[in-house]
């Protein structure tokens, strides 16, 4: 297997792709569980929430920002996350994160109040932001022949979609079985198996020229993308209407163009917009962010429908969604091994958005005697088929040809989109099925079942909003997405050396004139002359 050359230059950062190959999979090994240990902890903690709830006290109107303020922190700070990778040894900003992560959950798995369990779960959500862009960072610039980096994504993909089917099982056996605490406190094994690999796997290495941190572009995304998700979030529990509501999502999005405006002066911009211009990359950053807001509305609503409906316990909850997470192994694996190195990115996603479209749909056909078999398995089966395809091939793909001193920020803008995504589909489609539920008890409000059904029309009014989505993605993959050979190029491109610029004689002055020939704006002395000291006289 050919190695390939690192690319010249001052910010040239970490090369971990000449480690011996059992090395490498052995930090795919670390960086997996360190991603599992982020993404479940999203949805681990939901199913414990009423146990805390009666635990601490707190009100149903404050039981959200348990959620809520990991989301805020999470991802209004992965992209200041990403660029410190890139600054500085990426294996210690890696161990920090994991460090960092394991202290605040322990926090939380021992908190006495409602504002300790907060400010622990806000702390997660800063050692997040700089955990998951390391580790997607270390995996990026560890593999990077085409096979093997197939294999690696396969795995990392069924980790970041299935890692939260993993962590509604997880939770629920946790709290059922042990306390809602050990749904935190279960962060700590994750994280000291994590740490130990990566002190004896990952290797050190420290750009030749730390870059300054570009403190304008820092300031302007983080509470850009901050008052983006806090809107969303206040919508829904103060409505679209309120100012709050309003001023948060008006603010955001003008914070970020000005964000944008600021990078394009920058002489070290946080984002480099050669990131996310780049058509491949811009595409599947897109198609993660459409994605997100549609996976994380099926956990929270199917959850809530098989609890608070159907009556099952949380780990017979948890279990229901297994086929949802056997399907993601599987179209993971197949897809970005077997699959992405013959036909390309743009054949895999959009066929897998439009699977995972359909079974949303379908899922609009739920009502309150709809058994799990006959409508609910299938759609789940679906859904990890088609999500296991968009996750791996995706992710695979938004990190091709990026530059080594880019990878960092690259993959924190991966993160940036799933969490950005999940929590603006958490709220938005929330407030969505809230606002169809309210609805139909003002219009049926009689009968014992009227509770139960206005609460699955609510439900299914947010699934088919969510296919609608998902049917956006489908058409950004058909017109965003490469095909196989733009991604090879794309790989070529970042494997090879940027070649140096030929040295160039020092200007001989003449005696008399030459013919030049012009070449832009540099005049270039014409080849056939002889010089000017081998000439005869005239």
């Not at 902890?41 to 146990?51: C, E, K, Q």
């Not at 750009?207 to 008052?227: E, H, Q, Y």
Request: glycine share 10%; net charge positive.
């Amino acid at each position: 297997m050919a190695q390939p050359v690192a690319s010249p230059g001052p910010r040239d950062t970490q090369d971990h792709s000449t480690a011996p190959a059992d090395r490498r999979w052995l930090v795919l090994v670390v960086v997996a569980v360190a991603q599992l240990m982020v993404v479940l902890d999203a949805t681990v903690v939901n199913i414990a929430l009423p146990s805390a709830q009666h635990a601490l006290g707190f009100s149903n109107n404050d039981r959200q920002w348990v959620v809520t303020c990991y989301a805020l922190a999470f991802g209004s700070l992965l992209l200041l996350g990403g660029r410190i990778g890139d600054m500085f040894s990426r294996k210690w900003v890696f161990i920090t994160g994991l460090a960092g992560f394991a202290v605040a959950s322990a926090i939380g798995g021992a908190a006495v109040s409602f504002a300790m369990l907060v400010t622990a779960r806000t702390l997660q959500g800063v050692f997040g932001a700089l955990l998951a862009p390391a580790a997607l960072g270390t995996l990026t610039s560890t593999f990077t022949d085409p096979r093997e980096r197939g294999r690696a994504f396969a795995v990392f993909g069924a980790v970041a979609s299935g890692g939260a089917g993993v962590g509604l099982i997880l939770g629920g056996v946790l709290t059922q079985y042990l306390s809602w605490r050990y749904t935190l406190y279960v962060n700590l094994v994750f994280a000291a198996f994590a740490i130990a690999g990566a002190l004896a796997w990952i290797r050190s290495s420290r750009p030749a020229t730390r870059p300054r941190l570009d403190w304008p572009g820092t300031v302007l995304a983080s509470a850009g993308l901050f008052l983006i998700v806090f809107g969303f979030s206040r919508a829904e529990t103060a409505g679209w209407a309120a100012p709050l509501t309003i001023g948060s999502l008006v603010a955001g999005p003008l914070l970020l163009a000005a964000f944008v405006a600021a990078e394009r002066r920058s002489a070290q911009p946080l984002l480099p917009l050669r990131v996310i211009l780049d058509r491949t990359r811009g595409g599947s950053y897109a198609v993660l962010g459409l994605t997100g807001i549609a996976l994380f509305g099926v956990f929270l609503f199917l959850t809530y429908y098989l609890q608070g409906v159907k009556g099952y316990s949380p780990v017979t909850t948890g279990l229901l969604f297994l086929p949802f997470v056997g399907g993601i192994l599987v179209s993971s694996t197949v897809s970005s091994i077997v699959a992405l190195p013959r036909v390309g990115p743009r054949a895999l996603i959009a066929p897998g958005m439009l699977l995972s479209t359909g079974a949303m749909a379908y899922l609009t056909q739920l009502t309150v005697t709809s058994s799990y078999a006959a409508v609910i398995l299938p759609a789940v089966i679906v859904l990890g088929l088609g999500f296991g395809v968009i996750f791996a091939v995706t992710i695979n793909t938004a990190t091709a040809g990026v530059r080594r001193q880019d990878a960092g920020v690259a993959s924190a803008l991966v993160n940036t989109m799933q969490q950005v995504g999940g929590s603006i589909g958490l709220s938005a489609l929330s407030t969505v099925a809230l606002t169809a539920t309210a609805s139909y008890l003002a219009a049926h409000h009689t009968g014992p079942l009227a509770s139960a059904i206005a609460a699955t029309s609510g439900y299914t009014t947010a699934f088919a909003v969510a296919a609608a989505i998902l049917g956006l993605g489908v058409i950004l993959a058909i017109v965003l997405l490469p095909s196989r050979r733009r991604l090879a190029e794309l790989r070529t491109a970042a494997a090879e050396p940027t070649p140096a610029p030929e040295p160039q004689p020092e200007p001989q002055p003449a005696p008399q004139a030459i013919p030049v020939a012009l070449c832009g704006s540099s005049p270039v002395i014409d080849p056939g002359l002889p010089p000017a000291a081998a000439r005869p006289p005239s």
